[in-house]
Structures are given as structure tokens and as C-alpha cells.
């Protein structure tokens, strides 16, 4: 019988670095906008790190190491990958929302990332990491070019000092300040303004409620009266979105294939530090199978939706720990 004994090295790798898995796979998210990329890159980072843990000599700390292997795996990346978009990122919205849908499932589109995959145990900066990875804001990251989204992240994100980022990046720290300057600027106007992001007050948790019983009863009116004037509802693949309350309303009227109360079930989840719905669509033999992802924009004061990213990529699910099939109810 051979017995395996296993280094201590690799023993105090593991115990020292998997603290850091969830800022990693956030870090990864912001730079890649995918789930599914991140995964695979924070996979990544710590096949790397473990190989060459023998090797580190402690001049950083082992958090500044590892996301200098994670940024760089990243960079790396996307020299090979394109942009992932928002459709409001490719054009304007469709005055005919009854008209046919622009289906581009050959995009490699922004994906929405479950908070139990980014989230913090620490109560002083949980509300940071939710509003660092809202969706408005990781969709304009991505229209900033590789190494300036790496340098606003780092810096403004991770707090890393000019010297760290540099160091990272083997770059000077007049070239961190450069990208950082022109990144800032960049986002500043492609990005909304910040909103710190909370836990649902009262009135949030009434309109959230009236938005469910709303999509389960396929209440038309109900839907659009929650929706301010300038709402947006757009749904990858599909690059065809809308504005406007009555242009939601009429786009599910038309193209959502629920036909009737109980055909929509809308399972609560949350996903880049705001309000989402896992929704389930009724089949003929009456099982509710996955059908998308729903992530919500409130209003300042709660009281009506201001943005819908509805998701139909159902490989998410397994992300947000969801069934493919729901129960039967009742």
C-alpha cells in the first residue's frame, strides 16, 4: 500500500489561499463579464499560484499575489475574446415592440453573477462589493480597453496602491496614473452615477412583491404600471430592447409565451448586488422549466422598476444553484 503525503506547502497553500476565492472570481467577473469566464479563470489563477507557490517569496502579500496571477490570466484572455455587450450597448430601442426579434445568439453577451458568488462576510464592505459589481456598471467596464479596466479595477475597486498596480501589471507608475485618468473618464461617461446599494427597505419589498404577483398572473397592465416612463427591458440574446412602460408592456404582451395566471413562476435570487427573479415557464404537461433570469434597477425611493436585464441563457441556473424544473405548486 503506497501512502500519499502531501506537502506542507501545498497544505499551507490551500489554507492561505482559498480565503481569497470569492474576491478572485469577482475580480475575474468585472474584468470578463462572464460567470462562465470567470470560472474558468479562477481555476485558472489557482492552478498557476499552487504550481508556483514554492517560488513566492513574500516581497507582496499572498491577496496581491494571487490577483497579479488572476489579472494577468485575464489580460491574457482577452486578447482572445470580444467585448460582452448589453443590447442598450449596440444601438437604439425598437418603436415596434410587436415586430420581429433581432436573435444574436452568436454574441458573446454580459452575464449577470449570483451574489453568493461575489459576496463578502464582512459586514464594512458588503455594501461596497454589491455596488462594484452592478450590472450598469460591469457593462461599462467592458467598453474600456483590457489594461485600463484592469488599472480601475485595481485601484478603485481593490484599493491596491499606484505601486502595486504596477508592479502587477510591469508597468510604471505614471503609466498606472494614465490609464487611470483616462479610464475614470471613459466610465464616467458611459456609467450611470453610483447608488449605494442596500438592503430592500420597505417599499422595495412591496413593489418586488406587486412585480411578482404581477409576471405570475400575466396581469398586462399591472406589469406596465410598475414600470417608470423611461424604463428599459432588454433580453439577451435578443438585441432588440425597449423604453418606456407602455413599450414593456406591449413587448410581453406580444412576444412572451405565457398565456395565461400560473404560466410564469418568478423564483426570488439576487444577482450583482440587486433584486432578481429566476423565472419559470409552464409547458404543455404542466411543468415549469427554466426560462430565464430576471435582474432589477429600482427607483431611488422603491416605488416603481427603472431596468430589466431578462437573461435567457438557462446554463446560469446551475450558477444561482437553481433547479432546471420546479416542483409542481399546490
Request: charged share 25%; aromatic share 8%; glycine share 6%.
Amino acid at each position: 500500500m503506497t501512502v500519499v503525503v502531501e506537502h506542507t506547502s501545498d497544505q499551507d497553500f490551500a489554507r492561505l489561499a482559498d480565503p481569497y476565492r470569492r474576491e478572485l472570481f469577482a475580480h475575474c467577473y468585472r474584468m470578463l463579464g462572464s460567470v462562465h469566464d470567470a470560472e474558468d479563470l479562477v481555476q485558472e489563477t489557482y492552478l498557476r499560484a499552487w504550481k508556483a507557490y514554492d517560488r513566492f517569496e513574500g516581497r507582496s502579500s499572498l491577496r496581491t499575489w494571487l490577483h497579479r496571477i488572476a489579472t494577468t490570466a485575464c489580460l491574457t484572455a482577452l486578447e482572445k475574446r470580444r467585448r460582452r455587450p448589453l443590447p442598450t450597448g449596440l444601438g437604439g430601442p425598437t418603436s415596434e415592440p410587436e415586430g420581429e426579434l433581432v436573435d444574436r445568439p452568436e454574441l458573446p453577451w454580459l452575464e449577470p453573477v449570483p451574489d453568493t458568488l461575489v459576496g463578502t462576510d464582512d459586514p464594512g464592505t458588503v455594501v461596497a462589493t454589491r455596488d462594484s459589481v452592478r450590472l450598469a456598471l460591469v457593462a461599462a467596464l467592458q467598453y474600456l480597453q483590457p489594461r485600463q479596466r484592469a488599472v480601475l479595477i485595481l485601484r478603485d475597486v481593490l484599493r491596491f496602491s499606484a505601486a502595486e498596480v504596477a508592479d502587477t501589471l510591469d508597468t510604471s507608475v505614471q503609466a498606472v496614473n494614465s490609464l487611470l485618468q483616462r479610464a475614470r473618464a471613459q466610465l464616467n461617461r458611459a456609467a450611470p452615477s453610483e447608488e449605494e446599494v442596500a438592503e430592500p427597505r420597505p417599499e422595495e419589498r412591496e413593489t418586488l412583491a406587486r412585480y411578482v404577483e404581477a409576471f405570475e398572473s400575466y396581469d398586462i397592465p399591472a406589469i406596465t404600471s410598475l414600470f417608470t416612463a423611461d424604463a428599459v427591458f432588454e433580453m439577451p440574446p435578443f438585441a432588440t430592447w425597449v423604453r418606456g412602460a407602455e413599450h414593456i408592456g406591449r413587448l410581453i404582451d406580444s412576444q412572451c409565451p405565457a398565456h395565461g395566471p400560473g404560466d410564469m413562476a418568478l423564483v426570488p435570487t439576487a444577482a450583482n448586488g440587486q433584486p432578481a427573479y429566476a423565472v419559470y415557464m409552464r409547458a404543455e404537461d404542466g411543468v415549469h422549466r427554466a426560462f430565464g433570469i430576471q435582474v432589477l434597477d429600482l427607483t431611488p425611493d422603491g416605488s416603481g422598476v427603472v431596468h430589466v436585464g431578462m437573461f435567457f441563457d438557462t446554463s446560469l441556473f446551475r450558477h444561482f444553484e437553481l433547479p432546471a424544473i420546479l416542483p409542481r405548486r399546490g
